[in-house]
């Protein structure tokens, strides 16, 4: 129907009063707050039951059959995972009304990863011959060299040049939304919110002018905001399908010392270099140490790098030549 996002969210918000105002007096009335409180920690006393229940059952005389109850459990358990976790969710909600600054948690795909997780006997031909980052400008990315593991990158007109100045505009023009679902920014500097950062209208270095901002974003309003403000790129590789919704905005000073890009959802990775200049050293992931080389690139604006982090680990790195603030974007596809 051509419809346009406001127009969209329109009918959205309408669908949602009309609810409302039909289903309103038909409702029960809502449980008062101590019963909420009481059904939540039955809950959380079953989970922790079932839990170390579990763990004794490892340690007991059963320990010669784990494989065996393993195998069952995959039998016959498989289709309860999405059901229960289903479950899970709702028990949870008396928990997020209660306590509101949960709601990040509650939003997260992931809430404790795994920094020792290895693939074992994983294939390392796709990183065995490179010894640079291709570079691709002007040319077709659904060519066959442009696979998933071959990193390679381009400049794409068609992306934005991001400064200081743009993206705090872009914040300003999106505050309520922004200081409601991404406040927050990691960093070793001074900075604990993105509206410290982008509160003077221009931006304030420190002493040393090493620290460097991550300013993660994964609710879907912050996501398409900032990805308004770089823009799309005209080409993207074929191999990939659906892009995450975490998205990452970096900004480093220009001594900002070493540090490894963040570990994103999707496997295929961009770097957007908005403005300024930085390094990114792409290691080979533990598996394929033996095999791979080190690889290296400067990131200018409007180029885009592509890189798989199966085969790589990404680290940015400062450049001598550089004066200035860097802002890059960083997203993933499945």
Wanted: charged share 20%; hydrophobic share 35%; proline share 7%.
């Amino acid at each position: 129907m051509e419809l346009t996002e406001d127009q969209i969210n329109q009918v959205i918000e309408d669908s949602f009063h009309f609810l409302e105002t039909e289903e309103h007096p038909a409702r029960p009335e809502c449980p008062a707050p101590h019963s909420a409180r009481r059904v939540w920690l039955t809950s959380l006393i079953l989970c922790v039951l079932l839990v170390v229940s579990a763990s004794m059952l490892q340690r007991s005389s059963l320990f010669g059959y784990r494989k065996t109850i393993n195998n069952y459990i995959e039998r016959n358990v498989q289709e309860m995972i999405y059901p229960s976790m289903k479950l899970f969710r709702k028990i949870m909600l008396p928990v997020v009304n209660h306590f509101p600054s949960v709601t990040a948690w509650y939003d997260e795909t992931c809430l404790v990863g795994n920094p020792y997780f290895q693939v074992s006997d994983m294939e390392c031909w796709p990183c065995e011959g490179v010894r640079s980052v291709l570079n691709l400008t002007g040319s077709t990315l659904n060519h066959d060299s442009c696979h998933s593991g071959l990193p390679f990158v381009y400049r794409d007109e068609a992306v934005n040049e991001v400064n200081y100045g743009r993206l705090r505009t872009t914040y300003l023009e999106n505050r309520a939304m922004f200081d409601r679902d991404a406040l927050r920014v990691i960093s070793p500097g001074p900075w604990q919110t993105i509206a410290d950062v982008l509160e003077n209208e221009q931006f304030e270095p420190t002493y040393y002018a090493d620290s460097h901002i991550v300013w993660r974003l994964n609710r879907l309003e912050p996501t398409r905001a900032v990805r308004r403000l770089f823009g799309s790129p005209q080409q993207v590789p074929p191999y990939t399908t659906g892009s995450t919704p975490e998205k990452y905005v970096i900004l480093d000073e220009a001594k900002a010392a070493p540090y490894p890009l963040p570990t994103t959802e999707g496997s295929t990775v961009f770097v957007v270099q908005g403005s300024g200049a930085r390094m990114v050293v792409l290691s080979p992931a533990p598996e394929c140490k033996h095999y791979c080389h080190r690889v290296s690139i400067v990131l200018q604006p409007h180029h885009i790098l592509w890189y798989n982090w199966w085969y790589w680990r990404a680290s940015s790195f400062p450049l001598v030549v550089n004066t200035e603030l860097s802002i890059s974007y960083v997203g993933s596809f499945f």
